[in-house]
């Protein structure tokens, strides 16, 4: 599957931005899928997954209630829906599809990625 990840830009602290994921190939419905990040000199840190079938999110701490993750299988779109953002969220976004039977936040365990969208948020 390959992945194509836009919507990022710069914007203001307390603004929004909503993040997509184009799937191409194989139906991005075989797939778990997921967004991180990563800024400057950090590692890459998990930000949000979806299971394949929808039916489950997962978020890490920092964007929980501020950040939505959600599919749309007729599109093989993922979106990232980030409300209230912080200049702690500054980062290159990327979107990532792993095909493991359990869903992950471990970056090594996703086998496809998509090409990076840079977010930058000033305070």
């Known amino acids: 599957v390959q992945l194509q990840a836009s919507g990022g830009g710069l914007v203001q602290a307390g603004d929004s931005l909503r993040l997509s994921c184009a799937a191409s190939?194989?139906?991005?419905?075989?797939?778990?899928m997921a967004w991180f990040r990563q800024a400057p000199g950090k590692e890459r840190e998990f930000v949000a997954a979806?299971?394949?079938?929808?039916?489950?999110?997962y978020y890490a701490d920092s964007v929980k209630g501020r950040f939505t993750i959600s599919g749309d299988n007729a599109k093989n779109t993922v979106y990232l829906q980030m409300n209230s953002l912080k200049p702690e969220d500054t980062a290159v976004y990327y979107c990532?599809?792993?095909?493991?039977?359990?869903?992950?936040?471990?970056?090594?365990?996703?086998?496809?990625w998509g090409q990076g969208t840079q977010v930058t948020v000033s305070s």
């Open positions: 990532a599809a792993s095909g493991r039977v359990v869903i992950t936040t471990t970056p090594k365990l996703y086998s496809y």
């Open positions: 190939g194989r139906t991005f419905s075989s797939y778990h």
């Open positions: 979806i299971s394949r079938s929808g039916g489950g999110t």
